[in-house]
């Protein structure tokens, strides 16, 4: 683990490196959950396995110990700087679970990612169809992989220009970690440096 600082206090990142890079992903957790969670690390193996070099990034407020997460604006700013500071291979992915999917989102463009991976975006809060997300999506000039859970509460993002959604069994939690792992894979492999 290493301790970056940021404007909201030190992240913590944990880095998997592998021998000639063919690229980097970086990854962020949800609002309640951490680095450890299912569905990050079947994308982080998968991505391994393709000799992508990968970073998971745990924010300010879990490293502090809070259990609430800060306001976006925070989570962005802190996220960034976070990039800044790593000395990564490209071309650079972005992506998380949930919030740290939402982060990526927002910050895509400024991150210079050659694409952004969402493990189950959160389109609304649950019962709340109307309080939309899909802007932040929708906003992603890059190319997108979204892999979502057929039921999940939070809503189903539709596919688009650039913009693929791959539907596994389950809901938010994401636990299908090999049907993860492939799409991961699947939709890696190509944007990858050296490849084909």
Known sequence: MKEIPTPHGPARVELHEV?????????????GGGIG????????????????????????????????PA?????DVAWLAVLEALDVAR??????RSSGARVACRTAEAAGAAGVLCLAFPV????????TRLSELDAV?????????????????????????????GTHS???????????????APRRSGSG
């Open 174 to 188: 994401l636990r299908s970690a090999k049907r993860i792992a492939e799409a991961v894979a699947d939709w890696l």
């Open 91 to 96: 071309p650079l992915f972005v992506g998380g």
């Open 124 to 131: 609304h809060p649950p019962g709340r169809p109307e309080k």
């Open 37 to 68: 969670a299912p569905d990050l690390v079947a994308a982080r193996d998968a991505a391994l396995e393709l000799d992508v070099a990968v970073a998971l990034v745990e924010q300010p407020y879990r490293v502090a110990g809070r259990k609430s």
């Open 141 to 169: 000039a890059a190319p997108v992989l979204v892999v979502q859970g057929e039921r999940d509460p939070f809503g189903m993002p539709p596919g688009g220009e650039g913009r693929e959604v791959v539907v596994v069994p």
């Open 71 to 75: 306001p976006a604006a925070q989570l």
């Open 19 to 31: 021998g000639s890079p063919r690229g980097t992903l970086v990854l962020g957790h949800g609002a």
